[in-house]
Protein backbone atom coordinates (compact mmCIF):
# COMPACT_ATOMS: atom_id res chain seq x y z
CA UNK A 1 0.00 0.00 0.00
CA UNK A 2 1.09 3.58 -0.74
CA UNK A 3 2.03 5.69 2.12
CA UNK A 4 0.78 9.15 1.85
CA UNK A 5 2.68 11.78 1.14
CA UNK A 6 4.75 13.45 4.28
CA UNK A 7 3.66 16.98 3.99
CA UNK A 8 1.04 18.36 6.33
CA UNK A 9 -2.54 19.92 4.91
CA UNK A 10 -3.45 22.99 3.68
CA UNK A 11 -3.20 25.89 5.67
CA UNK A 12 0.32 25.12 7.42
CA UNK A 13 3.27 23.76 5.95
CA UNK A 14 1.94 22.96 2.35
CA UNK A 15 1.63 26.79 1.74
CA UNK A 16 5.72 27.55 2.54
CA UNK A 17 7.39 28.64 -0.66
CA UNK A 18 10.63 26.51 -1.62
CA UNK A 19 12.29 28.41 -4.65
CA UNK A 20 8.93 30.69 -5.23
CA UNK A 21 7.21 27.61 -5.41
CA UNK A 22 4.58 26.40 -2.95
CA UNK A 23 5.12 23.20 -1.72
CA UNK A 24 1.62 21.62 -2.54
CA UNK A 25 2.51 22.64 -6.05
CA UNK A 26 5.88 20.60 -5.76
CA UNK A 27 4.04 17.47 -4.06
CA UNK A 28 1.33 17.53 -7.11
CA UNK A 29 3.78 18.16 -10.39
CA UNK A 30 6.91 16.16 -8.84
CA UNK A 31 5.74 13.17 -6.50
CA UNK A 32 5.60 10.45 -8.81
CA UNK A 33 8.07 11.29 -11.02
CA UNK A 34 10.46 11.79 -7.61
CA UNK A 35 9.07 7.97 -6.61
CA UNK A 36 9.74 6.52 -10.89
CA UNK A 37 13.07 7.80 -10.28
CA UNK A 38 13.98 6.92 -6.73
CA UNK A 39 12.44 3.00 -8.00
CA UNK A 40 15.47 2.45 -10.19
CA UNK A 41 17.79 2.78 -7.12
CA UNK A 42 15.92 0.41 -4.67
CA UNK A 43 14.19 -3.20 -4.25
CA UNK A 44 10.64 -2.01 -4.33
CA UNK A 45 8.10 0.21 -4.80
CA UNK A 46 7.46 0.46 -1.28
CA UNK A 47 11.06 1.62 -0.58
CA UNK A 48 11.10 4.40 -3.39
CA UNK A 49 7.83 5.80 -1.68
CA UNK A 50 10.17 5.45 1.48
CA UNK A 51 12.73 7.13 0.13
CA UNK A 52 11.08 10.15 -1.36
CA UNK A 53 8.61 10.32 2.02
CA UNK A 54 12.22 10.73 3.62
CA UNK A 55 12.96 13.41 0.86
CA UNK A 56 9.60 15.49 1.59
CA UNK A 57 10.63 15.63 4.95
CA UNK A 58 14.07 17.20 4.35
CA UNK A 59 12.99 19.41 1.60
CA UNK A 60 10.36 21.12 4.84
CA UNK A 61 13.19 21.33 6.84
CA UNK A 62 15.78 22.55 4.29
CA UNK A 63 12.53 25.03 2.30
CA UNK A 64 13.92 28.25 4.03
CA UNK A 65 17.82 27.13 3.26
CA UNK A 66 17.13 27.05 -0.53
CA UNK A 67 19.45 29.38 -2.08
CA UNK A 68 18.50 28.89 -5.30
CA UNK A 69 21.88 27.69 -7.00
CA UNK A 70 20.50 25.11 -9.27
CA UNK A 71 16.34 24.80 -10.11
CA UNK A 72 14.45 23.21 -7.51
CA UNK A 73 13.59 20.19 -9.98
CA UNK A 74 17.49 19.81 -9.62
CA UNK A 75 17.01 20.15 -6.28
CA UNK A 76 14.44 17.82 -5.43
CA UNK A 77 16.19 14.70 -7.61
CA UNK A 78 19.38 15.42 -6.19
CA UNK A 79 17.81 14.96 -2.17
CA UNK A 80 16.00 11.76 -4.37
CA UNK A 81 19.02 10.68 -5.06
CA UNK A 82 20.97 10.56 -1.73
CA UNK A 83 17.53 9.34 0.40
CA UNK A 84 17.02 6.22 -2.50
CA UNK A 85 21.07 5.74 -2.09
CA UNK A 86 21.17 5.82 1.98
CA UNK A 87 17.92 3.30 1.75
CA UNK A 88 19.58 0.95 -0.57
CA UNK A 89 23.08 0.51 1.86
CA UNK A 90 20.25 -0.50 4.46
CA UNK A 91 19.09 -3.09 2.10
CA UNK A 92 22.82 -3.99 1.62
CA UNK A 93 21.54 -4.27 -2.38
CA UNK A 94 24.02 -1.98 -3.44
CA UNK A 95 24.63 -2.62 -7.55
CA UNK A 96 27.66 -1.11 -9.80
CA UNK A 97 26.73 1.72 -11.42
CA UNK A 98 26.76 0.97 -15.23
CA UNK A 99 29.78 2.22 -17.27
CA UNK A 100 29.50 3.33 -20.86
CA UNK A 101 33.03 1.86 -21.83
CA UNK A 102 31.87 -1.82 -20.37
CA UNK A 103 28.84 -1.57 -22.07
CA UNK A 104 29.84 -0.12 -25.25
CA UNK A 105 32.28 -3.03 -25.10
CA UNK A 106 29.45 -5.76 -24.41
CA UNK A 107 26.78 -4.42 -26.93
CA UNK A 108 27.91 -1.70 -29.33
CA UNK A 109 25.74 0.56 -31.06
CA UNK A 110 21.69 0.69 -30.23
CA UNK A 111 21.68 2.91 -33.13
CA UNK A 112 23.82 1.35 -35.75
CA UNK A 113 22.34 1.17 -39.40
CA UNK A 114 19.13 3.47 -38.12
CA UNK A 115 20.89 6.90 -38.52
CA UNK A 116 22.34 8.57 -41.73
CA UNK A 117 26.06 8.58 -40.62
CA UNK A 118 28.56 11.52 -40.88
CA UNK A 119 28.74 13.77 -43.96
CA UNK A 120 25.36 12.52 -44.93
CA UNK A 121 23.16 15.26 -46.25
CA UNK A 122 20.62 14.13 -43.59
CA UNK A 123 23.46 13.50 -41.20
CA UNK A 124 21.87 12.48 -37.15
CA UNK A 125 18.27 11.82 -38.55
CA UNK A 126 16.32 8.53 -39.31
CA UNK A 127 17.67 6.36 -42.06
CA UNK A 128 14.85 3.71 -40.68
CA UNK A 129 12.38 5.47 -39.67
CA UNK A 130 10.30 4.10 -36.24
CA UNK A 131 7.64 2.05 -36.95
CA UNK A 132 4.10 3.47 -37.57
CA UNK A 133 2.43 1.26 -35.46
CA UNK A 134 3.57 3.42 -32.37
CA UNK A 135 0.66 5.75 -33.49
CA UNK A 136 -1.87 5.21 -31.33
CA UNK A 137 -5.20 5.02 -33.69
CA UNK A 138 -7.62 4.52 -29.96
CA UNK A 139 -7.24 4.15 -26.41
CA UNK A 140 -6.81 0.54 -26.41
CA UNK A 141 -4.02 1.34 -28.73
CA UNK A 142 -2.88 3.79 -26.39
CA UNK A 143 -3.11 1.75 -23.56
CA UNK A 144 -0.90 -0.97 -24.99
CA UNK A 145 1.71 1.86 -26.02
CA UNK A 146 1.77 2.47 -22.29
CA UNK A 147 2.76 -0.71 -21.13
CA UNK A 148 5.13 -1.48 -23.67
CA UNK A 149 6.87 1.78 -22.97
CA UNK A 150 7.20 0.69 -18.94
CA UNK A 151 7.91 -2.74 -19.58
CA UNK A 152 10.88 -0.91 -22.17
CA UNK A 153 11.64 1.26 -19.63
CA UNK A 154 12.44 -1.29 -16.67
CA UNK A 155 14.56 -2.86 -19.21
CA UNK A 156 16.98 -0.17 -19.56
CA UNK A 157 19.95 -0.59 -16.97
CA UNK A 158 19.60 1.58 -14.23
CA UNK A 159 21.27 5.19 -15.00
CA UNK A 160 20.18 5.20 -18.64
CA UNK A 161 16.82 4.59 -17.12
CA UNK A 162 17.58 7.34 -14.64
CA UNK A 163 18.21 9.44 -17.72
CA UNK A 164 15.46 9.14 -19.48
CA UNK A 165 13.11 9.62 -16.79
CA UNK A 166 15.02 13.35 -16.06
CA UNK A 167 15.12 14.23 -19.26
CA UNK A 168 11.87 12.89 -21.26
CA UNK A 169 9.70 12.61 -18.55
CA UNK A 170 10.26 15.17 -16.23
CA UNK A 171 12.02 17.24 -18.49
CA UNK A 172 14.78 18.01 -16.71
CA UNK A 173 17.98 20.35 -19.19
CA UNK A 174 21.13 18.83 -20.12
CA UNK A 175 22.98 20.17 -17.70
CA UNK A 176 20.73 19.61 -14.55
CA UNK A 177 20.58 15.76 -15.27
CA UNK A 178 24.26 15.70 -15.52
CA UNK A 179 24.92 17.41 -12.12
CA UNK A 180 21.95 15.41 -10.30
CA UNK A 181 23.76 11.87 -11.84
CA UNK A 182 26.92 13.16 -11.86
CA UNK A 183 28.06 13.09 -15.14
CA UNK A 184 30.04 15.19 -17.40
CA UNK A 185 28.23 16.88 -20.34
CA UNK A 186 29.75 14.76 -22.98
CA UNK A 187 28.68 11.55 -20.58
CA UNK A 188 25.43 12.43 -20.38
CA UNK A 189 24.74 12.86 -24.00
CA UNK A 190 26.59 9.55 -24.88
CA UNK A 191 24.15 7.97 -22.33
CA UNK A 192 21.10 9.60 -23.29
CA UNK A 193 21.88 8.09 -27.15
CA UNK A 194 22.55 4.89 -25.74
CA UNK A 195 19.09 5.10 -23.51
CA UNK A 196 17.05 6.21 -26.11
CA UNK A 197 18.52 3.61 -28.80
CA UNK A 198 17.96 0.64 -26.05
CA UNK A 199 14.61 1.89 -25.12
CA UNK A 200 13.12 2.35 -29.00
CA UNK A 201 14.89 -0.83 -29.56
CA UNK A 202 13.35 -2.75 -26.25
CA UNK A 203 9.99 -1.14 -27.69
CA UNK A 204 10.09 -2.45 -31.40
CA UNK A 205 10.81 -6.29 -29.70
CA UNK A 206 7.70 -6.05 -27.80
CA UNK A 207 6.47 -4.79 -30.73
CA UNK A 208 7.31 -7.61 -32.98
CA UNK A 209 6.08 -10.56 -30.34
Do not use: C
Not at 2 to 9: D, L, Q, R, S
Not at 14 to 22: H, K
Not at 112 to 129: E, I, K, N
Amino acid sequence: MVTPVAVPPEGTESERLVGGVPLANLVRDFHRPMVNFARTMVSSPTVAEEAVQEAWVQVLQSADSFEGRSSVSTWLFSIVRNTASRHRRRESRIRDHELLADADAESGDPLSGRMHPAGHPDAGHWSVPPSQRFLPEDRTVESELVGYVRAALDALPERQRQLVILRDLVGTSADEAARILGLSAEGQRALLYRARGNLRNELEKRYRR
